[in-house]
């Protein structure tokens, strides 16, 4: 079955860092551009990040510089590291597929969402 | 960055009525690289159309999308209850940033 899974939110202090893993299964995460997508309360979606297959990233201007997206292979997990946390940084963190090989396109399938809030 | 406006914000109809769906970008959407979601509370969003008139695996007849350039259109036919939801544009051009749309919101009248 095709599947992500992510972990990784919490509570964690302005200024502080987490790392937010996707665990993918049946499909490997370096064929295809995978990417997040945030949602803070109440609110909309918002694209965060893009890896492509072949490596390179891309980033929102709200996360750039202090986020960094990456993938492990041999684990089959894409990861997000998120430096500086600031309060407008809360929000649920979806990953997800780009759904072509090696092309944009549209996100096909979705993880359930990790929950980050960022509080003193 | 391409700006994408969905409206009404909120549309109330009824089961078995149609619904009408507009997001208009602040510039040409390249290649009709435009999607539509479905996203109900608590879940994550689920892909209905892709390339601006496609539909997604699995997803019913009834959901239907059109447009090109800056005007795109989602078409639910015929409301059926599982349908009151949240929906969102998104835009996937060949270069990010990549950008979603505010949402409209179909709820039961």
């Known amino acids: 079955e095709v599947q992500l899974v992510e972990s990784g939110g919490g509570l964690v202090q302005p200024g502080g860092s987490l790392r937010l893993s996707c665990a993918a299964s049946?499909?490997?995460?370096?064929?295809?551009?995978m990417t997040w997508v945030r949602q803070a309360p109440g609110k909309g979606l918002e694209w965060v990040s893009v890896?492509?297959?072949?490596?390179?990233?891309y980033y929102a201007d709200s996360v750039k510089g202090r986020f960094t997206i990456s993938r492990d292979n041999s684990k089959n997990t894409l990861y997000l590291q998120m430096n500086s946390l600031r309060a407008e940084d809360t929000a649920v963190y979806f990953c997800?597929?780009?759904?072509?090989?090696?092309?944009?396109?549209?996100?096909?399938?979705w993880g359930q969402g990790t929950m980050v809030t960022v509080s003193s | 960055e391409i700006v994408l406006t969905q409206s009404p914000g909120t549309l109330s109809l009824s089961p078995g009525e149609r619904a009408t769906l507009s997001c208009r970008a602040s510039?040409?959407?390249?290649?009709?690289?435009l999607a539509w979601y479905q996203q109900k509370p608590g879940q994550a969003p689920r892909l209905l159309i892709y390339?601006?008139?496609s539909r997604a695996t699995g997803i019913p007849d009834r959901f239907s999308g059109s447009g090109s350039g800056t005007d795109f259109t989602l078409t639910i036919r015929r409301l059926e209850p599982e349908d009151f939801a949240v929906y969102y544009c998104?835009?996937?051009?060949?270069?990010?940033?990549?950008?979603f749309g505010q949402g409209t919101k179909v709820e039961i009248k």
């Open positions: 997800a597929r780009v759904r072509a090989e090696l092309r944009v396109d549209a996100f096909d399938i």
């Open positions: 049946g499909f490997p995460v370096n064929g295809h551009y």
């Open positions: 890896i492509y297959t072949g490596g390179s990233t």
């Open positions: 510039q040409s959407v390249s290649s009709s690289y």
């Open positions: 390339g601006a008139s």
């Open positions: 998104h835009q996937y051009g060949s270069s990010p940033p990549w950008t």
